[in-house]
Every structure is written in structure tokens, then in C-alpha cells.
């Protein structure tokens, strides 16, 4: 007679994801206790996992403590400058033996779930460009995995890679100052990530240079479409300004196109500054004024934080930001009035 009960039969995690109606890839993060899962959901797949009799499997936990050498990617997919920054990203991470898996972000893909897949995959770490995800969860993401963000105002928990925004505005604005522009407004960037950092700087270096009085910021936006609504504000104003910093490239393109075609020349009637100097800045009928940041220099600096913080080398400041310069081409120039004077 056996002095034991009868053998439980041992259960696969695909076992446990079938009786719970859910992906492996969610299971997987619960029994991992992996950020990504909601706490109630949880709960009910370990108690699934034990009326069922799972045991992890030690030869795939092993091969899951191996080093992948992966970094996880996400982006935006329709945002160019994000793509420059991949691009980037490609060149740092091959130089230093890692690879990259990109989850892209499009009109029909959520952020969040962008970043459950590379939750579910064997990524050493992420790098988030751009992304728009709260501050906690954030938080939550960088306290569970090494992970850096790009092109967003940077939170003291989180590793951060930016382009000195107050620079960057000091250039463009002093670049129209020197011109004879005194009334200069601003093109917000609404909710982006980064508008709230570029409107301060702007007010900032306004208010240094003693003309807050005359500075105005419009609502823009980030697309080329949000264009037409920014070059409408800008010539409902009664009092219109001369020249016109905008929150990036193809808002200040748009801008400067729904403004030829109304009639208003550019920069003779006003000047326009972008910001990022995308490809299409360079165009011979666009010809954009616009500050440079570098996205190669910002995906290497990133690259190189994130491997430090895998390989335990991490610094201890986590915000970096990396100098801008001003290009400048044939949407700013001398007020009219100054020009007739």
C-alpha cells in the first residue's frame, strides 16, 4: 500500500492560459510577477496555476536567465524623427553586440501595447522615444527593467536622453532678436510629450530678454495639418507678430504653407523657426529655419545609458541632454518695417 496519494499531473502554462481565456504572454508576466498585469487578473492566474498543479519549467527558466543581448524599441511610426532615432539606435547597438526588437506605435496600436509584447519577450531593457505613457507607469516600467526615454521632460526615477530645450530656445529666439524682431510668438506643441518643457523655455528666454509683453504662444500641434489652424491664429491676431517659433518641423511647414497659400509672405511678413531639422526642413521650396538636434547622438547617448544600466555601470544622474545648433536658411529674415526703415 503506497503511503502517498496519487500523483497530480503536472500542468503546461499553456494549461493555465487556456483555463484562464488569456494570452501565454499574459500568464507569463503574472507567474513572473512582471509589470503589465492588473493586480485582481493576477491573483486569479496563480490560484488557476496551483488548482492546476504548474511547476515552471527549470530548463526554460534557465535559458530565460541567459543574456539575450536584446533592447526592446518603441516608437511612433509615423513620426519621422522617431525613425532617425531607430536608425540611430541600429548603428549604437551593433557597435557595442546588442540588437534591437522594434514595437511600433501606429493609429490602430496602442503604446501599452507596444509594450507588452516586449514585456513578453526576452528584452534586457527598454528605450521608449517620444513615449506618452503617465509618469507612474513609467516609474513602474524603469523600477522592473533597465529603461531610458527619449524626447520627453525628464522625471528623477526615469534614465532620460534630450536636446537642451532652453538652448535650443535661446538660440532660435536671440537668431530673431538679431534680426529686429521684438514681437516673436510661440506655436505650442499642445499635449506632446516635449510641449510643456519647449513653452517654459520659450517664456523663459522671452522674459530674459525683457519682452514677455510680447510674447504670445498660439495652439499648434505636431503635424503638418495643425498647420493651417496655427497660420490662422496667427493672422486673426490684431496685433500680429513678426516672427513665429514653432514646436517642430512639420508644424512650422505646415505653417509656412497655408501661409503662402493666404497670401502672406515668408519671411518678408513673418519668420518662421522649426525645431528637430527633418529631412524635409532641407527642401529646396521649404528651406526651413529651424534648430538641429541630432537623433544619432541622441540614440547613442541612450544606447550607451541603457547597456550601462543592464551591465550594473549605471550613473547616477538620470537626466543627459545633449547641445542643439541653429540652422539657419531662408524662412527668417528682417522684419518689413525694419527692412523699409
Do not use: W
Amino acid at each position: 500500500m503506497s503511503l502517498q496519494g496519487p500523483v497530480r499531473p503536472r500542468a503546461s502554462i499553456k494549461d493555465v492560459a487556456d483555463a484562464a481565456g488569456m494570452s501565454i504572454s499574459t500568464v507569463s508576466l503574472a507567474l513572473r510577477d512582471r509589470p503589465g498585469v492588473r493586480p485582481a487578473t493576477r491573483q486569479r492566474i496563480l490560484a488557476l496555476a496551483e488548482a492546476l498543479n504548474y511547476q515552471p519549467d527549470e530548463r526554460a527558466r534557465f535559458l530565460r536567465q541567459q543574456r539575450t543581448r536584446l533592447v526592446g524599441v518603441v516608437f511612433e511610426l509615423d513620426q519621422g524623427f522617431h525613425q532617425q532615432v531607430v536608425d540611430g539606435l541600429y548603428v549604437a547597438a551593433k557597435q557595442v553586440g546588442y540588437n534591437l526588437v522594434l514595437s511600433a506605435v501606429n493609429s490602430t496600436r496602442s503604446e501599452q501595447d507596444a509594450v507588452k509584447l516586449l514585456l513578453a519577450d526576452r528584452c534586457e531593457g527598454l528605450v521608449l522615444i517620444g513615449p506618452k505613457t503617465p509618469a507612474a507607469r513609467l516609474k513602474e516600467l524603469a523600477a522592473a527593467m533597465p529603461t531610458v526615454v527619449v524626447g520627453r521632460s525628464g522625471d528623477p526615477d526615469v534614465d532620460t536622453v534630450n536636446s537642451d530645450e532652453y538652448a535650443a530656445m535661446s538660440l532660435a529666439v536671440q537668431h530673431l532678436v538679431d534680426l529686429g524682431h521684438s514681437r516673436i510668438a510661440y506655436a505650442d506643441g499642445r499635449r506632446e510629450p516635449l510641449a510643456a518643457s519647449r513653452r517654459r523655455a520659450f517664456k523663459r528666454v522671452m522674459k530674459e530678454r525683457g519682452l514677455d509683453a510680447q510674447a504670445t504662444v498660439v495652439s499648434g500641434g505636431s503635424t503638418e495639418s495643425e498647420g493651417a489652424e496655427t497660420a490662422d491664429a496667427i493672422l486673426a491676431d490684431p496685433n500680429p507678430p513678426t516672427a513665429l517659433c514653432c514646436f517642430n518641423d512639420l508644424l512650422a511647414v505646415g505653417t509656412l504653407l497655408a501661409l503662402r497659400d493666404r497670401g502672406v509672405a515668408v519671411p518678408e511678413e513673418l519668420s518662421i523657426v522649426g525645431y528637430d531639422d527633418q529631412r524635409l526642413a532641407s527642401i529646396r521650396g521649404i528651406a526651413l529655419t529651424t534648430i538641429r538636434q541630432s537623433p544619432s547622438g541622441l540614440a547613442s547617448a541612450a544606447l550607451t545609458r541603457l547597456v550601462d544600466r543592464v551591465e550594473g555601470r549605471g550613473a547616477t544622474d538620470r537626466l543627459q541632454q545633449l547641445a542643439v545648433e541653429l540652422v539657419e536658411r531662408r524662412t527668417t529674415g528682417v522684419p518689413r518695417a525694419a527692412a523699409r526703415a
